[in-house]
Structures are given as structure tokens and as C-alpha cells.
């Protein structure tokens, strides 16, 4: 029998994440999740965005599924649709077009996994509403539901853990037996493992390109970079904030000619503070939301837009951090 034609509700359980790598706090909400709802359909999505992140979807995949588990693991941001606004709406985890397609909106339940360390803000006027049963449910076209999941601590090769950051940072900076024995903490139940590490060597191998990813959200703004940045150890980030620097340098050489780098600053690696590092470099000009805008150096955020046609001139720059700097002399 086809699930549209299935005269009871069907509660879906979607448990979507970024997955990178899935780890044992994944799995931890996986299985609170598949406790609290033992007979629904239950999916776990993720998408194969790589912009800021190194492991694939097909990859996610396979590391869930040797994690434990035993549920599709389904491929969001696929579909989209153009809603009565005239606005484009794509995929994703809280809105797994892929998952919602095989069933009815007129009658099944839809419940979005979330982890008590991401928890999502619900109103009493929004579509997303916290879980109390099914008893108070409404169908997904009316409404989807929040289901939050305890926080689970754990360690790999002796050390404490509770983000995806954190074990790529610590697989980056081990050696091999120490990266064999973080995969076996991992995945303690995987019968890959070897596949595993082909993995891992093969998305983490640059340091460079992991301590990259976290200054491209550090300088866009996320908090979350921020206390990413903070844990980031200072060899593996001298020679990418080098690098960016002397990026940034090309981009911007009006802006270049008004700070030291950091050869010149520091004389030992040790000596650094990125933090203190990072505020070092000045304000730049970038996009925010599709409008051009000189940011501030210390979390990113949108200090004046441009408000002209095109990509803003090194004069108006100018201008503008003249401007910047005599505001803040008061």
C-alpha cells in the first residue's frame, strides 16, 4: 500500500545536520530521536554544500552508516519551488522537499530533529512548533514540529569532544596511530574502518585548507568561527593567516599599505595570539547580502553599504575608513 493512501497520520522524523564528520553527538541524537519515536518514518538529511566544509554528502553517508545508522540517509537541496510570494524556495534539512514528496500535507506530521546545543527558537505564530505529541499535531501544511535532543559529551583518543570542529582539528594535528585510534572512538562499531581513514587523510589532509575555512567564517562573522578560532592551534594558523594577508593584500592594496605583517609583527609562532591577530588586519570591503559594504574588523558586521551600482571604488574605500576612524577617535 502507498503511504499517500494510508488513512492514519504518518509521523516523519527528519533529523538534519551538516554532518562534518558525523560523530558520536550525531548518533547520540539519533538514537534519543528513534527512543522518543519508535514507530515513525524516520529520515536523516544532510546536504553536499562544500563551500565552507570538506566532506561530501556521499561521504556523510557512509560515515553515518557505519556510525550506526540504519535509517535512509537522504539528500537535500536537490528541489525547490517558486511559493505565492514569487520567491524561490530550495530544500533543505528543516524543509526536506525530497522526504516531504513521498507523503501527504494534508494529514502527516512532520518532526524536525534538532540537538540541545542548536536549539531553534519557536514562536506561537510560527510554522515550527515545539513537540508536546501527537495528540495536539497538525499536518505539515499547517505546521512542522521541533523535537530537541539532550547535548552528549564524549572524547576520542583521550580527549573531551562535542563538535565537528573539534575532531577535525584533532585528526588534522595527530599522527597516524593517533588518527587510527581517534576513527576507532569514532566509529567503534564501523566495518571500514580503512575506508574510513581514506576519508579523513583525503578531507583533512591540508591544515591550511581546514584553518581557511574557519577565517572565512571568522571574517564573516559567525560566533560559532569565533570560538573555533579560539581553539585553533597557533602553528597550523601563522602560515594560512600569512596567506590571507598576503590575499588580501593583492585584493586591497590601498588598505594593505596601513598594516604590518605578521612576519614583521611576530618573531616567534609560539607568540601568537589570533585573536589578537585577527583584529589586526583592517576593515574590508565585501558583500553582505548581495550589497557591497565595508565590514568591521572585529566580527564582521556591516559598518556602511554602497549604495552605487557595481563594486565601489579604492577612493570610496578610502573615504569610507577615514570616516570609520574619526568616529571612533571620539
Known amino acids: 500500500m502507498k503511504l499517500l493512501e494510508l488513512k492514519q ?11 562534518q564528520p ?15 519515536f519508535p514507530g515513525a518514518s524516520f529520515f536523516v538529511a544532510a546536504s553536499n554544500v562544500t563551500t565552507e566544509r570538506p566532506f561530501q554528502f556521499s561521504e556523510k553517508q557512509f560515515l ?3 556510525a550506526g545508522v540504519k535509517d535512509p540517509f537522504v539528500q537535500v537541496g536537490t528541489m525547490s519551488y517558486v511559493n505565492d510570494n514569487g520567491r524561490k524556495v530550495t530544500s533543505t534539512p528543516l524543509n526536506p522537499l525530497e522526504v516531504l514528496q513521498h507523503f501527504n500535507p494534508e494529514r502527516d506530521v ?13 514562536t506561537g505564530t510560527s510554522y515550527y512548533q515545539p513537540w508536546t505529541g501527537i495528540e495536539s499535531a497538525e499536518p505539515f501544511n499547517k505546521h512542522a514540529y521541533i523535537y530537541v535532543t539532550k547535548k552528549h559529551d564524549f572524547s576520542i583518543a583521550g580527549n573531551p569532544v562535542y563538535s565537528g570542529s573539534q575532531v577535525r582539528e584533532l585528526y588534522t594535528g595527530a599522527d597516524d596511530d593517533t ?8 566509529y567503534p562499531k564501523a566495518t571500514n574502518l580503512k ?5 579523513f587523510d583525503k578531507r583533512l589532509a591540508s591544515v591550511s585548507e581546514a584553518s581557511l575555512a574557519t577565517m572565512r567564517s571568522y571574517f564573516a562573522g559567525d560566533k560559532d568561527a569565533e570560538d573555533e578560532l579560539q581553539i585553533t592551534k597557533q602553528r597550523k594558523y601563522y602560515d594560512e593567516l600569512k596567506k590571507k594577508e598576503a590575499e588580501l593584500a593583492k585584493k586591497y592594496p ?16 609560539e607568540d601568537l595570539d589570533p585573536e589578537v591577530e585577527a583584529e589586526n588586519l583592517l576593515e574590508f570591503l565585501r558583500k553582505i547580502h548581495k550589497r557591497w559594504a565595508i565590514v568591521s574588523k572585529r566580527g564582521g558586521r556591516p559598518l ?13 574605500v578610502e573615504r569610507q575608513e577615514r570616516r570609520i576612524r574619526k568616529h571612533k577617535k571620539k
Do not use: C
Open 9 to 19: 497520520p504518518n509521523i516523519i522524523v527528519v533529523y538534519g545536520g551538516g554532518f
Open 22 to 36: 558525523f560523530h558520536e553527538g550525531h548518533m547520540s541524537s539519533y538514537r534519543q530521536a528513534k527512543a522518543a
Open 64 to 66: 553515518a552508516q557505519q
Open 110 to 122: 512532520l518532526v524536525i530533529v534538532r540537538s540541545e546545543r542548536d536549539p531553534m527558537k519557536t
Open 179 to 186: 588518527k587510527v585510534q581517534i576513527l576507532q572512538d569514532l
Open 195 to 199: 575506508r574510513i581513514k581514506q576519508i
Open 254 to 269: 590601498a588598505q594593505a599599505k596601513k598594516f604590518t605583517p605578521i612576519t614583521n609583527r611576530i618573531t616567534k609562532v
Open 304 to 316: 556602511v553599504y554602497f549604495k552605487g551600482e557595481g563594486k565601489p571604488s579604492e577612493d570610496w
